[in-house]
């Protein structure tokens, strides 16, 4: 499966972005999907999640509130709604996708097995 983020750019702050992950396939519907963002200098952090065909989500304190999952099982893509965007929020975002995850792993990267390439999101103060 090969995932594909896109929506980025340069907002200001309080602006709303939303994030797209397309996949090759259909998939969403019945896999765990992931947000995650790595800000520069910084290790990449939990985001957001979707957990398998459930309408299971779980979001990071820092995210909680403004930022929202949904999934186009159409379009086979999974978005994330971002709004209130604050500049602590600057980061390159990546999508990511698993079969195999537990509920209890959903926040830790090494759980995914499949990632898109990242899209960047720069929030100006």
């Known amino acids: 499966v090969q995932l594909q983020a896109s929506g980025g750019g340069l907002v200001q702050a309080g602006d709303s972005l939303r994030l797209s992950c397309a996949a090759s396939?259909?998939?969403?519907?019945?896999?765990?999907v992931g947000w995650f963002r790595q800000a520069p200098g910084k290790e990449r952090e939990f985001v957001a999640s979707?957990?398998?065909?459930?309408?299971?989500?779980v979001y990071a304190d820092s995210v909680k509130d403004r930022f929202t999952i949904s999934t186009d099982n159409a379009k086979n893509t999974v978005h994330l709604q971002m709004n209130n965007l604050k500049p602590d929020d600057t980061a390159v975002y990546y999508c990511?996708?698993?079969?195999?995850?537990?509920?209890?792993?959903?926040?830790?990267?090494?759980?995914?097995?499949?990632w898109g390439q990242g899209t960047l999101v720069t929030v100006s103060s």
């Open positions: 990511a996708m698993s079969s195999t995850i537990i509920a209890s792993e959903r926040r830790n990267p090494r759980s995914y097995q499949h």
């Open positions: 396939e259909r998939t969403f519907s019945r896999n765990s």
């Open positions: 979707k957990f398998r065909s459930s309408n299971n989500f």
